[in-house]
């Protein structure tokens, strides 16, 4: 068979298979307003930063979101962006105008969507500055040149999110897809009578088949529409493809791009594997010092595949900012202090205020769990300098004035504070933070001719 005629039919069965189950079934009511951790990575700004180290207006930023599905990740780009135009594009014209439906309930204007393949975004004839391909890549017959079409309409300091599936954690379903191939239930587009054969079958196996136990057993108890999601994006998934960490960064240099890290990089490092990091065999400790950042993830992947999505950030080579850990003292001076938008809200803002008057530990990692293994709590004088952060933006120097007004002596020896240590004690405490992006630190353009 010519192979650009079964790609094409590859590709057309993915639509049919979207068009009979559209995906995420997700309420069309339902909203993520308040899902602060989903928002987080969905926040434009949140990669921008660790790309670039500056703080960007998501005001006029534009957004495409390849193979958006029915909406729902459209709607989070929306609120999680605000003022941003979104653009979605998915070959499932049941998915588009589910999206369409979406949005508009819940009163977003500023977005379109257009039945459109990967392959034909330069037609739509804009530039973006963040690009969002989540759950589609793997699909794609060539998912390099997925990102080379990305990269063709990404503006210069513009960013990718794209993932892939994990060909080790997903291991089982690649077997129970080989079966369900064998017997001819992919032979037509997997629908109703597919999904009772497979139903059929996992009941009627014994409880202690290797396949059962490893695919079914914790999905027995799924409501109907449930059990139909999931037959259709695990056991009956029509172009469902696996991959390796090595896969994904020769994806990446072919497309000319460069990886930035994964999306949930706190649970990737493979140190946390171990019982005692800072007591490693020295093979290891050795090895893992001059490792690079490939290795140290695909070193993970081997250890522990427990992530479904090999899920990345990457952009155009080069451009990215400085570090605090590279920071001169001037820097530091003149430093800019923003809380991450989605900490930005009232219910936050509320649970700090009880801890400051109860004098209780603030856990401000409660609701962004996403950058942190353990909860990350502050003390009630640390939480009570960084209140006016809810406020909006403030200069290094402000939240030190405050710090001293809150804890004005040494409680050692009891001696008048200093503007240096004040100083000092508010600068390690935002560097703790920086480092989950709970507080984003930006160097003012004073510091930055230092």
Same mark, same amino acid.
């Given at each position: 068979?010519?192979?650009?005629?079964?790609?094409?039919?590859?590709?057309?069965?993915?639509?049919?298979?979207?068009?009979?189950?559209?995906?995420?079934?997700?309420?069309?009511?339902?909203?993520?307003?308040?899902?602060?951790?989903?928002?987080?990575?969905?926040?434009?700004?949140?990669?921008?930063?660790?790309?670039?180290?500056?703080?960007?207006?998501?005001?006029?930023?534009?957004?495409?979101?390849?193979?958006?599905?029915?909406?729902?990740?459209?709607?989070?780009?929306?609120?999680?962006?605000?003022?941003?135009?979104?653009?979605?594009? !998915?070959?499932?014209?049941?998915?588009?105008?589910?999206?369409?439906?979406?949005?508009?309930?819940?009163?977003?204007?500023?977005?379109?969507?257009?039945?459109?393949?990967?392959?034909?975004?330069?037609?739509?004839?804009?530039?973006?500055?963040?690009?969002?391909?989540?759950?589609?890549?793997?699909?794609?017959?060539?998912?390099?040149?997925?990102?080379?079409?990305?990269?063709?309409?990404?503006?210069?300091?513009?960013?990718?999110?794209?993932?892939?599936?994990?060909?080790?954690?997903?291991?089982?379903?690649?077997?129970?897809?080989?079966?369900?191939?064998?017997?001819?239930?992919? !032979?037509?587009?997997?629908?109703?009578?597919?999904?009772?054969?497979?139903?059929?079958?996992?009941?009627?196996?014994?409880?202690?088949?290797?396949?059962?136990?490893?695919?079914?057993?914790?999905?027995?108890?799924?409501?109907?529409?449930?059990?139909?999601?999931?037959?259709?994006?695990?056991?009956?998934?029509?172009?469902?493809?696996?991959?390796?960490?090595?896969?994904?960064?020769?994806?990446?240099?072919?497309?000319?791009?460069?990886?930035?890290?994964?999306?949930?990089?706190?649970?990737?490092?493979?140190?946390?594997?171990?019982?005692?990091?800072?007591?490693?065999?020295?093979?290891?400790?050795?090895?893992?010092?001059? #490792?690079?950042?490939? !290795?140290?993830?695909?070193?993970?992947?081997?250890?522990?595949?427990?992530?479904?999505?090999?899920?990345?950030?990457?952009?155009?080579?080069?451009?990215?900012?400085?570090?605090?850990?590279?920071?001169?003292?001037?820097?530091?001076?003149?430093?800019?202090?923003?809380?991450?938008?989605?900490?930005?809200?009232?219910?936050?803002?509320?649970?700090?205020?009880?801890?400051?008057?109860?004098?209780?530990?603030?856990?401000?990692?409660?609701?962004?769990?996403?950058?942190?293994?353990?909860?990350?709590?502050?003390?009630?004088?640390?939480?009570?300098?960084?209140?006016?952060?809810? !406020?909006?933006?403030?200069?290094?120097?402000?939240?030190?004035?405050?710090?001293?007004?809150?804890?004005?002596?040494?409680?050692?020896?009891?001696?008048?504070?200093?503007?240096?240590? #004040?100083?000092?004690?508010?600068?390690?405490?935002?560097?703790?933070?920086?480092?989950?992006?709970?507080?984003?630190?930006?160097?003012?353009?004073?510091?930055?001719?230092?």
């Amino acid at each position: 068979m010519d192979e650009s005629v079964s790609k094409i039919t590859e590709i057309d069965r993915i639509r049919q298979q979207f068009d009979y189950g559209p995906y995420p079934r997700i309420a069309l009511e339902e909203s993520p307003k308040e899902k602060y951790g989903v928002l987080f990575y969905h926040n434009f700004i949140t990669p921008y930063y660790l790309k670039h180290r500056k703080v960007i207006d998501t005001n006029g930023v534009l957004i495409l979101d390849a193979g958006c599905g029915t909406g729902y990740k459209a709607l989070l780009l929306a609120e999680a962006n605000p003022g941003a135009r979104i653009v979605g594009i !998915d070959i499932s014209e049941q998915s588009i105008e589910r999206s369409r439906q979406r949005l508009a309930h819940h009163g977003f204007d500023n977005v379109e969507f257009h039945v459109l393949s990967i392959g034909e975004i330069a037609t739509l004839g804009l530039e973006f500055d963040y690009i969002n391909c989540d759950e589609v890549l793997y699909l794609l017959p060539d998912p390099a040149a997925g990102l080379q079409a990305f990269k063709s309409v990404l503006k210069p300091h513009g960013l990718i999110r794209a993932n892939l599936h994990s060909l080790y954690q997903r291991i089982n379903y690649y077997r129970a897809q080989e079966l369900f191939k064998f017997i001819g239930l992919f !032979d037509n587009n997997p629908q109703e009578f597919e999904e009772e054969a497979v139903i059929a079958t996992m009941n009627a196996l014994k409880d202690n088949v290797k396949l059962k136990m490893q695919t079914w057993r914790s999905s027995e108890k799924k409501t109907p529409e449930a059990m139909k999601e999931f037959l259709a994006m695990n056991l009956l998934f029509v172009g469902d493809t696996g991959y390796t960490i090595p896969d994904l960064f020769q994806m990446v240099e072919q497309a000319d791009l460069e990886f930035l890290t994964m999306v949930n990089w706190r649970h990737w490092d493979v140190t946390d594997l171990f019982k005692d990091e800072d007591d490693l065999p020295s093979l290891w400790a050795i090895g893992l010092a001059e #490792a690079s950042s490939q !290795d140290k993830v695909r070193l993970y992947e081997l250890l522990n595949p427990v992530h479904r999505l090999l899920d990345f950030w990457c952009a155009h080579p080069g451009n990215a900012g400085i570090p605090v850990d590279d920071w001169s003292e001037a820097n530091w001076q003149q430093a800019i202090v923003h809380l991450h938008p989605q900490l930005r809200n009232d219910n936050v803002r509320e649970e700090l205020a009880q801890s400051i008057q109860t004098g209780a530990a603030f856990e401000i990692s409660r609701h962004i769990t996403l950058p942190a293994q353990a909860p990350v709590l502050l003390e009630p004088s640390q939480a009570a300098c960084l209140l006016p952060l809810w !406020d909006g933006a403030q200069p290094i120097q402000a939240i030190v004035d405050r710090y001293r007004k809150i804890r004005p002596v040494d409680p050692f020896t009891l001696e008048p504070l200093t503007d240096a240590q #004040a100083f000092e004690t508010v600068k390690d405490l935002l560097n703790r933070m920086d480092a989950f992006l709970y507080v984003l630190l930006e160097r003012s353009e004073t510091g930055n001719r230092a």
